[in-house]
Each structure stands twice: as structure tokens, then as C-alpha cells.
């Protein structure tokens, strides 16, 4: 079914091929790697994104997205948009690959009840809680990325002070104090459009709004990107994050889900095949019953 998802922001499925126990999808090459690559590896191997690029990334994912939610014959829930699963071409146009945790549309559901799975910084809090799946997940996550366009930060490891549980949170309250320039990379220096990197952060900001209902769909999300529509104003309170008595116990969570991933790499199966935890060294893989 996936090979038939034909967009130009999503990665093309050839086939598969099957030997023995050993299972292979064969997509098309992409000659730049990820996204995830390009912004945050060691230096040496970053590509050099110059605002135009990033503003092309950021939509073209926008496009993909809004194709897998509205306009195909087959609705699918990504589950698990992330910078290392936007794959870039020779031109660096985006394509969102690996639908390894793709879930279909059910028509007949408003929302998906389903075993939660996907990567932590990136999973939307009503999902991640009680794994009510719609297409508004996707939406934050999608939000996660932007922000990390615009700051040229991983999510989970950018800690301005420690005060700040991740780069969303100094987001949101740099938001607050009317001064989001402060988020964009230092990298780009001054060549960059203002107006552009504000646009695309309030729409981050938006996407990732802690209630679903209050999130954009992504054909929204394209018209405010384009600056056809206005970027709603919002007031988001970042004390959702910062108030120890409410965050404490998730911020104890992550940063030890955060060390166990620094000192290994594996992946554990189990036997019943509902449980599965993958922990390597720049992201975190969460599946569990």
C-alpha cells in the first residue's frame, strides 16, 4: 500500500525483497542523507542549509504531510515525523520516509486508541499519555522539526540554561517575551528573512499547541507558510513545561531514558512481539503495549 503513495515529499518505495529471515524495503537513493544529518551532526559533515533551503525543507515536508492526511486515496498517521526520518535529494528537496509505524485511517474512528510508539521530543502529549492517535500528532510533531529548522537544535539536547527542559520549552517562553529572533541559528548570521523565520516559528509554535483541537491541519499549515493566511496569535503558557510540580516526574523520565540511550545501542524483541525498545545514540525509539 505504501508503494502507492506517490508525492514529491515522500521517499518512493520500489519494493521489498525477502531471504530467509532477513526483510528489505528498497527505496530511492538519497543523496544528501537526512535532515536530522545536515543540521546536527558534527560539523565536518553538516551540509551548509541556507534559509531558502531551510524554508524549502520546512514546506516541502508541510506538502508531504498534508498529501499522507488529505489528499491521498490512502490516509495514513505517520507516527513518527522526525528530522532523521526527512530524507533529502540531490536538490535537497524533503522526503519523509520510513512508515514502519504508519497507522491507516480508520473512517469510522475519530481517533486511533493504540499502543503508544514513536520518539521521545517528538510525540504529541496526548498521544504519548493516553495514545489517542489522530492526524493532529503528526501536526506536532511536524512542529518539533520546524522549530528545529529555525534553530538549527536538536529538540531534546539544546538546553539554553537548565531551567529549560528542551529547545520547544525556551521557544515558548522567548515567545512569551516577544523576542522569538533569539531562536533562529547563529549559523545563518544575518542572511536570513526575518519575516520568513518569525512566520515559520509561530507556526512551530501553533503546531505543537498542547491541545489537538487548537492545532492547524497541515493544508493550513502550508497557506500560513506560504503567507497566504496569518499565523493566529496564540498565548501559550510555558509554566506547563517549567513548574516543576507538574513536569518534575517526565523531565526525570526523559533524561534517564536520555542516558540509557547515550551508553547503548540495541534492539530488544520481545517474544509476544508487544514490546519493542530501541535506544541509540540520537534518538530514542518507544514501543510498548
Not at 93 to 113: Q, R, V, W, Y
Not at 173 to 194: A, Y
Not at 205 to 232: Q, Y
Request: glycine share 6%.
Amino acid at each position: 500500500m505504501i508503494s502507492g503513495l506517490q508525492h514529491l515529499n515522500v521517499v518512493r518505495l520500489y519494493g521489498c525483497c525477502v531471504e530467509g529471515t532477513q526483510l528489505s524495503l528498497v527505496y530511492e537513493f538519497m543523496e544528501n542523507n537526512s535532515l536530522g544529518h545536515a543540521l546536527f551532526s558534527p560539523t565536518e559533515s553538516q551540509l551548509k542549509l541556507d534559509w531558502p533551503t531551510r524554508q524549502k525543507i520546512c514546506l516541502g515536508i508541510a506538502k508531504g504531510l498534508t498529501f499522507l492526511h488529505e489528499e491521498s486515496s490512502l490516509k495514513v498517521v505517520h507516527r513518527d515525523i522526525k528530522t532523521t526520518n526527512v530524507l533529502l535529494d540531490s536538490d535537497l528537496n524533503a522526503k519523509i520516509s520510513d512508515f514502519g509505524l504508519a497507522k491507516f485511517d480508520e473512517e469510522e474512528n475519530t481517533h486511533i486508541s493504540t499502543r503508544i510508539a514513536g520518539t521521545i521530543g517528538y510525540m504529541a502529549p496526548e498521544y504519548a499519555l493516553w495514545g489517542y492517535l489522530t492526524y493532529k500528532a503528526d501536526v506536532y510533531s511536524f512542529g518539533i522539526v520546524a522549530l528545529e529548522i529555525v534553530a538549527g537544535q536538536n529538540n531534546t539536547r539544546y538546553r539554553p540554561e537548565e531551567n529549560y527542559v528542551c529547545l520547544q520549552d525556551w521557544a515558548l517562553v522567548l515567545q512569551q517575551k516577544g523576542n522569538l529572533m533569539e531562536l533562529v541559528d547563529t549559523r545563518l548570521g544575518t542572511e536570513f528573512n526575518e519575516e520568513e523565520a518569525i512566520r515559520m516559528a509561530k507556526v512551530a509554535l501553533l503546531c505543537t499547541n498542547s491541545s489537538p483541537a487548537l492545532r492547524p491541519t497541515m493544508s493550513e499549515v502550508v497557506n500560513m507558510l506560504e503567507g497566504r493566511t496569518l499565523v493566529p496569535e496564540l498565548i501559550l503558557d510555558p509554566s506547563i513545561f517549567s513548574d516543576e510540580s507538574r513536569f518534575g516526574a517526565v523531565k526525570d523520565q526523559f533524561n534517564r531514558m536520555q542516558s540509557r540511550s547515550s551508553k547503548t545501542t540495541t534492539i530488544t524483541q520481545s517474544s509476544d512481539s508487544t514490546s519493542t525498545v530501541w535506544l541509540g545514540s540520537s534518538s530514542t525509539l518507544v514501543e510498548h503495549q
